[in-house]
């Protein structure tokens, strides 16, 4: 296993404070991404239908999307169930667990009358809570699994809750654990990949900072990192009488490469001038680090997010950290941020450090729910959760990072 050394810090009060700060401000003035409503999906348990009934519970949401070439997977943990679907919205295969779902009526038309055949498939599996999807170039499909409570585990101090399940078009593979097929489950997984010569990785949350596995096409452990907050190159110079600490908001693979995105945000200790402590943001940086050599490549600086806030005839500027949200295939890193409108996304090119910003908009008062993902191809896609139902949506992002690419 290959390790780092360092401590982990903790930022809560400051992420609390700044979005306290975000939510009094106005959405900054951006041009916007035209959205397509790609289809909608209605509220129930019909196998075409999501349960999102409880959502004013407390704990996780796991209802999840993610798209590639076209083609939809949907998790809803709540029904114990994923749709793959296509961009008309067609339910093409239901992966459900039967114990908590009714039996699809397109079965049970073909069933009382054979010449009633439906291209649609159903793979039963019995789900617990499914959440994060990735699906590789041969649209297999993985899915995060939380385990019930008596297949859960304990060790080192962690609580190893999760696997990661392997399905194929028709059926059930395998899970994977830690040491690959098989193995003993996952620490918290932030989020799961898969790459253009389909490895699979698994993002863990650790106490330390984060833990990231890798696996080959056949499910075979690659690389086991972990990467401590204090591992982080030190970038920037503190000014005198200033502590500085650092923090890694999260970690993405090169879609091409074996290399890992490590977005790191630099804060900073000061008084000030009635001798007050606060904690400001100095910076974020991405760092490329190299998976065979171990080496750290070129940081990259990502402007932050700046909100001006005016009280009276005061007017305050505040600068605040993006969230990474992932690497497009032509190497755009892009960030999100939640403003009234909708999301601010910043889309900077990891080689030419060109960036572009724009306005994801939509109605957030209306929206009490709502999940995104980011394609190979660049292209945002998004479940928007209303009161009547759920909108299935994506913005042509890769069309603005090819126009940039072409003019060049």
């Known amino acids: 296993m290959e390790k780092f050394s360092g401590n982990f810090f903790s930022f809560a009060a400051f992420s609390i404070f700044s979005l306290f700060v975000f939510s009094c401000g106005k959405s900054s003035d951006l041009s916007s991404i035209h959205r397509e409503e790609k289809f909608t999906l209605g509220y129930g348990n019909l196998e075409d239908q999501i349960n999102l009934f409880d959502l004013n519970s407390t704990g996780e949401i796991n209802t999840r999307i993610a798209m590639r070439d076209g083609f939809f997977f949907i998790s809803n943990g709540k029904s114990q169930k994923i749709l793959q679907m296509n961009s008309y919205g067609d339910l093409l295969t239901l992966y459900h667990n039967p114990e908590t779902n009714p039996a699809p009526l397109f079965d049970e038309n073909v069933l009382a009358d054979p010449s009633n055949y439906s291209t649609r498939k159903t793979v039963s599996y019995p789900f617990h809570e499914p959440s994060f999807l990735a699906m590789d170039s041969r649209l297999n499909f993985y899915v995060v699994e939380t385990l019930p409570k008596e297949r859960q585990e304990v060790s080192d101090g962690k609580n190893l809750r999760q696997v990661v399940l392997h399905f194929d078009s028709d ?45 080959n096409s056949d499910g075979n452990l690659l690389h086991d990192i972990i990467v401590r907050h204090s591992d982080i190159p030190d970038h920037g110079e503190a000014k005198a009488g200033v502590t500085r600490f650092v923090e890694v908001e999260n970690i993405v693979p090169d879609f091409n490469s074996e290399r890992l995105f490590m977005k790191a945000d630099f804060y900073e200790n000061s008084l000030d001038s009635k001798g007050q402590g606060g904690v400001g943001e100095v910076l974020t940086v991405i760092f490329p680090y190299d998976l065979s050599s171990g080496a750290y490549g070129k940081p990259i600086e990502i402007p932050p997010y700046e909100e001006s806030i005016t009280q009276g005839f005061a007017k305050q500027t505040y600068k605040l950290p993006y969230d990474f949200m992932g690497v497009s295939d032509s190497t755009w890193l892009f960030f999100t941020i939640a403003v009234d409108s909708g999301f601010v996304v910043q889309m900077v090119h990891a080689d030419s450090s060109r960036i572009v910003r724009r306005l994801l908009n939509y109605d957030t008062k209306d929206t009490v729910y709502s999940a995104f993902n980011l394609s190979a191809s ?24 090819r126009s940039f690419a072409e003019n060049e």
Do not use: M
């Open 171 to 215: 059926s059930f593979v395998d899970y994977i654990g830690q040491q690959g097929h098989g193995g003993t489950p996952f620490p918290y997984i932030k989020n799961i990949y898969t790459t253009a010569d389909d490895c699979l990785f698994v993002i863990c949350i650790v106490s330390e900072g984060f833990e990231v596995f890798c696996y």
């Open 378 to 401: 660049g292209i945002i896609s998004a479940l928007i959760a209303g009161q009547e139902n759920a909108k299935v949506v994506w913005w042509r992002t890769d069309d603005l990072t």
